[in-house]
């Protein structure tokens, strides 16, 4: 089941060693093409988003646990918004001793009152 979560929440599994990234590519929707993502760029670019600030907060992030393995999970933006032109996809494995939990409490969005 695909949950939300935010860039800070992203940013924070990644730094904290919860998970690593595997791969990571950007979907076309209009060329319908896909473009590889060097890992280390893609940490880049979420680090960027994280610290502009402004998108620490940003909910369009969502990710599931890949079924067809036990141990890695997949994260996407864009893929649920008609709006972008782009979907940005990470795989990324979860780390060596780290507990699910810590996981799904580090990545899911609870939504404030």
Avoid at 44 to 64: C, I, P, T
Wanted: glycine share 2%; proline share 1%.
């Amino acid at each position: 089941m695909r949950k939300q979560t935010t860039t800070k929440q992203l940013q924070n599994a990644i730094t904290n060693n919860l998970l690593q990234i595997t791969k990571s590519e950007i979907y076309y929707k209009t060329s319908r093409k896909t473009e590889i993502l060097d890992a280390d760029k893609f940490k880049e670019n979420l680090d960027f988003l994280y610290e502009a600030g402004v998108f620490a907060d940003f909910v369009d992030w969502h990710y599931e646990k890949n079924i067809s393995t036990k141990d890695e999970y997949k994260v996407d933006s864009g893929a649920m918004n008609p709006y972008s032109e782009n979907v940005v996809t990470a795989y990324l494995r979860v780390a060596d001793g780290v507990d699910r939990e810590d996981i799904e409490r580090t990545l899911l969005f609870l939504e404030e009152e």
